[in-house]
């Protein structure tokens, strides 16, 4: 079963330029997440969605990131324009509906690094 | 106050030593906990679930104090492939579902 996809893997891009970090969940999950995850501050809960209806965006840092979800299938995170501090690994991970076990199955991230 | 914290490590110890790793929240809504690994470069991984009795996966065993908001992970008998972080994960029922707050992890590395 393919689990959590997502694209691009890696990342370099300058100061200013637009990311965009792509994700595809597990079929038949209804939740999804975005988490970042640096060196000092651990994994950060940036936005979570619902049967594709954002739940809680209050993890994302500030105007500049912005996270959809289209269809049950698909979710992008955007960062415009991208700053040198958001330099780190972005998870993207699913559950299904019924879970409580606490099991997100994530993504193998994508690395940002920007310069 | 962080909602939860670990001890960063690491924690370097012989193959065949017993380690223990505590996690601290400050939540007390808390529902419920677990534990994730993470190897290097890759992503988390549910290790195990933490229940208030207690719990045990082969070398693992898990304990939750609910009055002192505490968790731990104990393993025994290491092996170099336990060499990894560890994660300690809160789950806080909210209104829109399950929310999972992360420790920033424990380090340990396992030696010959």
């Known amino acids: 079963d393919a689990g959590v996809i997502q694209s691009p893997r890696h990342e370099v891009t300058e100061m200013g330029q637009e990311v965009t970090l792509r994700c595809k969940p597990i079929?038949?999950?209804?939740?999804l997440f975005w988490y970042r995850q640096t060196m000092m501050r651990g994994l950060e809960l940036l936005i979570y969605?619902?049967?594709?209806?954002?739940?809680?965006d209050s993890g994302m840092p500030e105007d500049r990131f912005s996270a959809k979800m289209p269809n049950a299938s698909f979710s992008t995170l955007k960062i415009q324009p991208s700053e040198p501090r958001d330099s780190a690994v972005y998870f993207c991970a699913s559950s299904p509906r019924t879970s409580d076990t606490g099991e997100l199955f994530f993504g193998e991230g994508s690395r940002l690094t920007v310069l | 106050r962080k909602e939860v914290e670990q001890d960063p490590g690491p924690f370097n110890v012989p193959e065949g030593a017993t380690v223990a790793f505590n996690c601290t929240y400050s939540?007390?809504?808390?529902?419920?906990f677990f534990w994730y690994r993470q190897d290097c470069r890759k992503e988390p991984k549910l290790l195990m679930s933490v229940y208030s009795s207690g719990n045990e996966d082969g070398r693992f065993t898990a304990q939750l104090n609910r009055a002192s908001q505490y968790i731990s992970l104990l393993i025994r008998d290491s092996k170099l492939s336990d060499s990894a972080t560890y994660l300690c994960?809160?789950?806080?029922?909210?209104?829109?579902?399950?929310?999972?707050?992360f420790g920033t992890g424990t380090q340990l590395k396992v030696e010959l």
């Open positions: 939540n007390s809504a808390s529902q419920s």
């Open positions: 994960v809160v789950n806080i029922l909210t209104g829109g579902g399950n929310k999972l707050t």
């Open positions: 079929s038949g999950h209804d939740y």
């Open positions: 969605f619902n049967n594709n209806v954002p739940i809680d």
